[in-house]
């Protein structure tokens, strides 16, 4: 884990499955998840959906408990996610 100032961290980890993963990767603090979600929508972005055991989104944003989260998959068919902590 590395300080990135600001109270942000980066966290490097090794991949099991190479260059692409279906855990989330990286993820971002945000302060409005919604607003964040329909500004990458404008720009063509897909919001990923699940409906699985544990994880439910409802239009692309999950409650996992201590934030909202939603995903995204890039190129190298990553995922990446953007979190709202909860007040």
Not at 14 to 30: E, H, I, P, R, Y
Request: charged share 25%; net charge negative.
């Amino acid at each position: 884990m590395f300080r990135c100032g600001g109270g942000t961290q980066l966290d490097v980890t090794k991949s099991t499955t190479g260059t692409a993963d279906t855990q989330t990767q990286v993820s971002w603090l945000v302060k409005d998840l919604r607003a964040e979600v329909a500004e990458l929508r404008s720009r063509g972005v897909k919001v990923e959906d699940y409906d699985l055991p544990g994880l439910k989104t409802q239009d692309g944003i999950a409650d996992i408990g201590f934030a909202w989260a939603a995903w995204i998959i890039d190129p190298g068919k990553n995922a990446l996610g953007i979190l709202q902590l909860k007040e």
